[in-house]
């Protein structure tokens, strides 16, 4: 929609003043506007042909979104379906979008935005409403510098069965798998939406690499009614994020690679979840001040803020930020770190649709591969990493690894304790022999935090320290 027939427009809103245009999409063009009885600056947008409903659930998705009251989410104070319009008025935000902003911000404001996002999508979805367009251009900023997610124009309410739709509607770049497919969707499509933003502002690159798409034989359908496309005959193939330009901190990889799972079960199950693990993640690679040095105004529960402001012991490994203090919903683990192939040298997976070809939609392709660097992308099958390892003579009966995941600790139904070198997966070496324990066995092993004292444990009652300064191996504790 590039024009919009403003005497008519102002007929359908007598009470306001309207000005100049702020932004236009695909869903609409937003004006500024006047509240003259009121006094209040609003945003007036017009809903284009075929966003939104014509009917009766227009209306309704209006006065729904009217009623939400949360500080990261757009305020709708009115709406109007009139002489073929359909129009939304909003709180004006005249701090810009994301877009505008993301070139000039910190891992941690990124993290930040995250939870404000995560936050806001907990309220909607809480009420039973998917937002199914969240990106760049949709979350914005008041003059503040409070984040807002905007526009709920192609919201779904949520009516107790997960919706799916015959036209794909939304921007493809963004969207997740299942939604590009046209098939079920669930809270989980919104967060791997917000997986993708994630990862744009923590790498400064885009998510998808141009230089790989390539379209399938025949190309894509026609667009559809609403804006969208239409699926190809064959379905779409699967979804990729391409390697990054820059690195992300490791805690923080791990929960956005949670987020891109092409499978949506094996997503974080909540916006809450992922907003839980997304601040206890930035906690460990930022340090307990992080929020103060983010430079955004946040508005989180109290348990968020909890796990952002968490103080981890010096030298805390991956088993101390994936953790919190009380129980936390899981979260998937990132997927296992492997170069993705040539483009076109794997078939699809099944379900996904036409083996053998990548599709382009809308100059959006989706890209083959397994993954980036630091796990982000498709799932693979486990492999073995190297050999298995022979030292003990008697039943293994334990593992455990130091915090920086250098040093393997293993331990045997005869007593015997070894330490092994696994820096390298694929080559292990036996690094030294711990004090032995009880003729029984050491039941179980465990490194401290900080990997530099390992303890053990016995069927007959005693517990063992070790200490674990590295290759030399003196001291040994034993106590009941």
């Not at 649709?353 to 809308?362: D, E, L, N």
Request: glycine share 12%; proline share 9%; charged share 20%.
């Amino acid at each position: 929609m590039n024009e919009v027939d403003l005497a008519r427009l102002a007929a359908v809103l007598p009470d306001y003043t309207l000005g100049d245009p702020l932004g236009k999409g695909a869903s609409g063009l937003v004006l500024a506007g006047w509240h003259r009885g009121m006094h209040r600056d609003v945003a007036v947008k017009v809903m284009a042909r075929g966003y939104g409903r014509a009917d009766d659930g227009f209306a309704a998705e209006a006065r729904i979104a009217a009623r939400f009251d949360h500080p990261h989410v757009i305020r709708v104070y009115d709406y109007a379906e009139r002489d073929g319009l359909r129009v939304l008025v909003m709180e004006m935000l005249a701090g810009g979008t994301l877009t505008r902003r993301r070139a000039r911000m910190s891992p941690q404001a990124a993290c930040a935005v995250g939870l404000a996002a995560a936050s806001a999508l907990t309220y909607v979805h809480g009420r039973g409403v998917l937002h199914r367009d969240i990106k760049p251009d949709n979350i914005l900023f008041d003059a503040a510098g409070q984040l807002k997610v905007a526009d709920f124009g192609i919201a779904k309410i949520v009516d107790g069965t997960s919706p799916g739709a015959s036209t794909v509607i939304g921007t493809p770049r963004y969207m997740a798998p299942e939604q590009l497919a046209g098939g079920r969707l669930m809270p989980a499509s919104d967060l791997y939406s917000l997986g993708v933003v994630l990862l744009e502002l923590l790498t400064g690159a885009e998510a998808f690499d141009p230089a790989t798409f390539v379209r399938p034989a025949g190309g894509l359908d026609r667009p559809g009614p609403a804006g969208g496309l239409d699926r190809p005959a064959g379905g779409f193939g699967p979804h990729h994020v391409a390697t990054p330009a820059a690195d992300i901190a490791g805690p923080v990889a791990a929960v956005v690679a949670s987020t891109l799972a092409r499978d949506p079960q094996a997503r974080p199950e909540s916006a809450k979840a992922f907003a839980l693990s997304l601040a206890r993640a930035a906690a460990a690679a930022y340090g307990p001040d992080w929020l103060d040095r983010c430079g955004l105004p946040l508005h989180l529960d109290a348990d968020v803020r909890s796990e952002a402001n968490r103080r981890l012991p010096a030298g805390a490994g991956p088993r101390a930020w994936r953790q919190g203090p009380a129980p936390a919903p899981a979260i998937a683990a990132a997927p296992a770190l492997t170069p993705p192939p040539a483009v076109g040298s794997a078939p699809a997976e099944a379900g996904s649709g036409a083996r053998g070809r990548t599709p382009t939609v809308a100059g959006n392709p989706t890209v083959r591969g397994t993954g980036s660097r630091f796990g982000i992308g498709r799932r693979v099958a486990p492999r073995p990493a190297g050999p298995p390892l022979a030292g003990h003579a008697g039943w293994v009966l334990a593992a455990d690894f130091s915090s920086d995941g250098a040093i393997m600790a293993t331990s045997a139904k005869d007593g015997e304790v070894l330490l092994w070198d696994v820096a390298e997966p694929a080559a292990p070496r036996s690094i030294g022999r711990l004090p032995d324990g009880p003729d029984d066995g050491v039941t179980s092993v465990v490194f401290s935090p900080d990997g530099r004292t390992l303890a053990g444990t016995s069927w007959d009652g005693s517990l063992r320290l070790w200490d674990v300064p590295g290759p030399v191996l003196p001291i040994c504790w034993a106590g009941r």
